[in-house]
């Protein structure tokens, strides 16, 4: 089975432009996870979508938003970039249901930088 | 709310000798408790997880941890560290309905030829 998968693995954008990100979960997963992680704030949960539906958030604002489409694939867009916002998201997919603490499989993150 | 502390941010091992880094958590309830390694550049790969049961759980790569309700700790050992376990280790639990993990600040295991 092919893994978690993201793209782009690297990408260059400017301060006040926007960004979207693509991750494909492994084939049959119907959750993904979306995760920043930061040298200063180490991994942060962004959200959770299962079945085109967001059902859980992190604490961030509101200019990070993802979506989830039918076939699982998901992206996540960060509008009016800032420095801060330059990170590695981490993708993760997982293929249980309901109960908390399923395994999750990560993918191999895209890292973003902005200038 | 709920969160999770790695109180070594480095460790340094010589090959061959043993090690165990330190996790503790904070929440009444006993969450679901996982450890993760990063190699650099590369995103996280499953070492191992505790949901119930046995509180000593063995994991891949020879590691094993264990689970301390009394300490809220959850410990990730190895006796015997090779140069490839050279890697960033997070402990991360999870409690909702849901795949929200918390993570601690990670540590950074060198190993010493």
Not at chain 1, 2 to 28: D, E, F, M
Not at chain 2, 77 to 83: A, C, E, G, I, L
């Amino acid at each position: 089975k092919a893994g978690v998968t993201q793209t782009p693995r690297y990408l260059i954008k400017t301060r006040g432009q926007q960004v979207t990100l693509s991750c494909s979960p492994i084939s049959g997963h119907r959750s993904v996870s979306w995760y920043q992680q930061t040298p200063g704030q180490g991994l942060q949960f962004l959200f959770e979508y299962f079945s085109e539906t967001q059902r859980n958030k992190g604490n961030f604002p509101g200019r990070f938003s993802g979506r989830q489409f039918s076939n699982s694939r998901s992206e996540m867009n960060v509008s009016t970039l800032e420095l801060g916002d330059s990170a590695l998201y981490l993708c993760a997919s997982s293929s249980l249901l309901t109960s908390a603490g399923n395994e999750q499989f990560f993918g191999p993150g895209t890292r973003l930088t902005v200038l | 709310a709920q969160s999770v502390t790695q109180p070594d941010i480095h460790i340094t091992v010589s090959e061959g000798a043993s090690l165990e880094l330190r996790c503790n958590y904070s929440y009444g309830a006993t969450p679901y408790l996982f450890w993760y390694v990063q190699s650099p550049g590369q995103g996280l790969q499953l070492l191992l997880k505790y949901f119930s049961g046995d509180t000593l759980v063995q994991g891949i790569k020879g590691f094993e941890a264990e689970f301390k309700r009394s300490q809220s700790s959850f410990n990730l050992r190895k006796p015997s560290v090779h140069w490839s376990d050279a890697a960033e280790y997070f402990c991360a639990v999870s409690y909702n309905a849901g795949n929200m993990l918390t993570f601690g600040g990670g540590t950074r295991l060198m190993v010493k030829p």
